[in-house]
C-alpha cells in the first residue's frame, strides 16, 4: 500500500471517530428535543420533599446562571424560558417566588437560617446544603430588588425569561415565616437545542462521509500499485510453496471463506517474545484507529447490503485488510501465538511472503435478512470467543452461587496457552508443536467468527478447532447425529 493511501485511511479514521460523535450528540439532542418534552413544549422536572424548616429555600444552578461577560444577544439567541409551579396546602401560609440577582439574595439572606438545593437525589428529591443564622428575616414581597416574583396560596407560577446576570430562585412564605413544605415543578423551554441538533447532525455527517471517502480511497486499489500491495492477494494453488519457502494452504474459495495460515519460524529467539509486544506499539497504535473505522465501515456496509444484497468491494478490502494487518500483528507479539521474530508490514494490504497470512474471499452477493441476525446467530461462538479471549464468565457466589458475566482482564485461554508457551521457548528454546498447532486452531475460530459477525460472508462458522500452521483443505465430513464414521461399522444403539 502506498504511503498516501495508508495516511488517507490514518485521517480518515481520525475524522470518522468525532464525525460519529457529533451525529450521536445531535441525534441524542434531537430525541431528548422531540420525547422529552410536555405539551407545553417544555422540559419538566417534579422536585418531591421540597421541604424546610428554615426561613427559605434557593437555588444557584448552571440553569439559572448566567456569565456577565456573555453577549446579551448570545443569550436571546439561545431562547431559554423558565417557569416554577410551587403548589402549598390549604392550612399553610402563602407562598412566595422570586428571581433576583445572586448578590441582592445573598445579602437579603446572609443572617438568615436557610437551605440551598445543591442537586438532586433519586426521585427527584432535593439535596440540600443548611446555612445557619440568627436574625428573622422581612417579608420577602416588600423587598424591591426582585427581577420576577409572585406570591399568594394554592398553585403558584412564576414565568421568568433568562438575561444577562447570575441570578438565583428563592422559594418562602410570603410572609417570611420559617417552615416551608410544598412540591414544585420546574420547566425550562430550550429553543436553542433543535438548531444545535441540527447543526450537529450536519457538521457530524459532513466529517463523517468526508472520513468514510478517504478510508475508501485509502482501502482501493489504484493503477501502478505493486504486486505485493493487490488485494486480494493474487491465487496460489493450495498447499504451494510459496517463493520464501512458505507452505500455503491456497486462496479462500466461497465454500471455504476464511483461509488463515502460519508458518512457525525455525530459529525463533528464545527471549524476545518478552518484548514484542513493546516493539509493536507502532501498529497498535494505528490500529487503535483502525478499529473504530472498522466498526463504522461494517455498519455503512450492513445497510448497503441490506438494500443491494452487496458488500461494497471498497469497504470490503478495508475490513479485510484490517483484519489481515490484525493478525499479522498478533502472530507476532499477542494471541496469534508469538511465532516468528519477522516484523509484521504495515500494510493493509496482502503480504505473501510474511509467516502470517489471512484471505477472505468476496462475496458476489450476500442474504439481505441475515444482516440483522448475524450477531444473533453467532451468539454461542461468540461465547466460546469469551473464553478464549477474556474470561467474561465467571462463577459468583457473593449472595449465593451464580453463573455471572463480568470483564476481568486475564487473557483466558489464549493468555494461558502464550504463556506456557512463552516459558517452555524461554527455557528449551523450542516452540511445543502441539501447542502452536492448538493456538493457530483457536485463532483460526475466532477470525471466523468475526468474519461471519462483521458480515463478510454468509458461512456459518463451524464449531471445529482446525489445527495447524496451513489450514486442512477438505475439513472432516459432518455426519448426521447416529451415524458411525465407517459405513461398515455397526451403529450404536
Known amino acids: 500500500m502506498r504511503t498516501t493511501r495508508l495516511i488517507a485511511l490514518i485521517i480518515g479514521c481520525l475524522m470518522l471517530l468525532p464525525g460519529i460523535g457529533l451525529l450521536i450528540g445531535g441525534g441524542a439532542l434531537g430525541i431528548a428535543y422531540a420525547a422529552g418534552r410536555n405539551d407545553s413544549g417544555y422540559f419538566q422536572a417534579t422536585l418531591n420533599g421540597l421541604h424546610t424548616s428554615t426561613d427559605a429555600i434557593t437555588a444557584q444552578t448552571p440553569a439559572l446562571t448566567v456569565d456577565t461577560q456573555t453577549p446579551t444577544w448570545l443569550i ?45 437525589g433519586n426521585g427527584g428529591t432535593p439535596v440540600y446544603r443548611s446555612t445557619a443564622g440568627t436574625l428573622t428575616v422581612a417579608p420577602p414581597t416588600e423587598q424591591t430588588f426582585w427581577a420576577a416574583k409572585t406570591s399568594g396560596p394554592g398553585t403558584q407560577q412564576l414565568s421568568w425569561r433568562p438575561t444577562d446576570g447570575q441570578w438565583a430562585v428563592v422559594i418562602m412564605n410570603a410572609d417570611g415565616s420559617p417552615g416551608i413544605s410544598a412540591p414544585a415543578i420546574v420547566e425550562i423551554r430550550a429553543g436553542f437545542l433543535l438548531p444545535l441538533a441540527l447543526i450537529l447532525l450536519t457538521a457530524g455527517l459532513i466529517i463523517t462521509v468526508a472520513g468514510s471517502f478517504l478510508i475508501v480511497f485509502g482501502a482501493s486499489r489504484r493503477r501502478g500499485d505493486k504486486p505485493g500491495d493487490n488485494w486480494p492477494p493474487a491465487a496460489t494453488p493450495a498447499l504451494e510453496l510459496q517463493p520464501s519457502g512458505l507452505r500455503r494452504t491456497g486462496p479462500a ?15 525463533l529467539s528464545r527471549w524476545q517474545w518478552l518484548v514484542k509486544w513493546f516493539l509493536a506499539i507502532p501498529h497498535y497504535f494505528v490500529l487503535a484507529f483502525l478499529w473504530p473505522a472498522f466498526f463504522m465501515v461494517t455498519i455503512v456496509a450492513g445497510f448497503c447490503i441490506l438494500f443491494t444484497g452487496r458488500y461494497p468491494r471498497a469497504l470490503f478490502d478495508f475490513t479485510s485488510g484490517v483484519l489481515r494487518w490484525t493478525w499479522r500483528v498478533s502472530y507476532y507479539s499477542a494471541n496469534g501465538g508469538i511465532g516468528t521474530d519477522q516484523y509484521p508490514p504495515f500494510t493493509l494490504g496482502a503480504a505473501p511472503d510474511y509467516p502470517a497470512t489471512l484471505d477472505i474471499t468476496y462475496p458476489e452477493r450476500l442474504s439481505r435478512p441475515l444482516v440483522l441476525v448475524k450477531w444473533l446467530l453467532a451468539l454461542p461462538h461468540l461465547l466460546i470467543i ?67 459477525v462483521a458480515l463478510m460472508t454468509d458461512v456459518y462458522p463451524p464449531f471445529r478447532l482446525d489445527q495447524g500452521g496451513p489450514e486442512p483443505t477438505s475439513p472432516p465430513p459432518l455426519l448426521p447425529v447416529g451415524m458411525p464414521a465407517d459405513p461398515r461399522a455397526p451403529a450404536h444403539r
Do not use: M, Q
Not at 386 to 400: C, I, K, M
Not at 425 to 449: D, H, M, Q, S
Open 76 to 120: 436571546n439567541r439561545l431562547d431559554t424560558d423558565l417557569r416554577l409551579t410551587v403548589t402549598t396546602p390549604a392550612n399553610k401560609s402563602p407562598a412566595f417566588i422570586g428571581i433576583a440577582s445572586a448578590a441582592d439574595v445573598d445579602a437579603y439572606l446572609g443572617n438568615v437560617a436557610h437551605d440551598e438545593i445543591i442537586g438532586l
Open 253 to 267: 474459495t466461497p465454500n471455504r471463506p476464511v483461509v488463515l495460515d502460519a508458518h512457525l519460524d525455525p530459529g
Open 386 to 452: 469469551g473464553l478464549l479471549v477474556n474470561n467474561w464468565w465467571g462463577w459468583t457466589s457473593a449472595e449465593g452461587g451464580h453463573l455471572g458475566a463480568r470483564p476481568a482482564g486475564s487473557g483466558g485461554l489464549f493468555g494461558v496457552l502464550i504463556v506456557v508457551t512463552g516459558i517452555v521457548l524461554l527455557i528449551t528454546a523450542k516452540y511445543p508443536a502441539p501447542l502452536f498447532a492448538l493456538i493457530i486452531g483457536c485463532n483460526r475460530w475466532l477470525y471466523r467468527v468475526i468474519a461471519y
